[in-house]
């Protein structure tokens, strides 16, 4: 699918409205698959990123997964170096990380994104990544 010379093989979807409070940017929606393990499309509108925020669960419940479909983007947990994210990029986030994802300042950026079923599965959101520390990455999309 082709949305502003933006390819990528699963749909864009709609404006994340439902969302948007938490991201800085426009973002976009699709969800693949319902049931136990909703699995969605998040697409990025270059500079766009997600807040700080952090999955709970137990029982092997919380952990996210991020798979880069298109694009490239970034993943970064607290404390640790951002992470290049390009297709074919998969990320695990550990249940009670707190982290941010989003586009590359130059870029678009699509991952599907699931969170694995458990006991206590919620998520928390928490402040957004700011115009200083989004302006620390590496530009042109550069890697970390």
């Given at each position: 699918m082709t949305v502003n010379g933006f390819?990528?093989?699963?749909?864009?979807?709609?404006?994340?409205?439902?969302?948007?409070?938490?991201?800085?940017?426009?973002?976009?929606?699709?969800?693949?698959?319902?049931?136990?393990?909703?699995?969605?499309?998040?697409?990025?509108?270059?500079?766009?990123?997600?807040?700080?925020?952090?999955?709970?669960?137990?029982?092997?419940?919380?952990?996210?997964?991020?798979?880069?479909?298109?694009?490239?983007?970034?993943?970064?947990?607290?404390?640790?170096?951002?992470?290049?994210?390009?297709?074919?990029?998969?990320?695990?986030?550990?249940?009670?990380?707190?982290?941010?994802?989003?586009?590359?300042?130059?870029?678009?950026?699509?991952?599907?994104?699931?969170?694995?079923?458990?006991?206590?599965?919620?998520?928390?959101?928490?402040?957004?990544?700011?115009?200083?520390?989004?302006?620390?990455?590496?530009?042109?999309?550069?890697?970390?």
């Amino acid at each position: 699918m082709t949305v502003n010379g933006f390819d990528q093989i699963f749909p864009l979807g709609e404006k994340n409205d439902a969302f948007a409070q938490y991201f800085i940017g426009q973002s976009y929606l699709a969800p693949l698959a319902s049931g136990s393990v909703p699995v969605s499309n998040v697409s990025f509108e270059p500079g766009c990123r997600n807040y700080w925020h952090i999955h709970h669960g137990t029982g092997g419940g919380g952990d996210q997964i991020l798979l880069c479909t298109a694009g490239s983007g970034w993943y970064q947990a607290e404390g640790e170096e951002p992470v290049s994210m390009v297709p074919g990029t998969v990320v695990r986030v550990p249940a009670g990380t707190k982290h941010w994802h989003g586009a590359k300042a130059d870029s678009w950026f699509s991952h599907v994104a699931f969170i694995t079923p458990g006991e206590g599965v919620s998520n928390e959101w928490l402040e957004p990544v700011t115009d200083e520390v989004y302006g620390e990455l590496p530009k042109n999309g550069a890697t970390a």
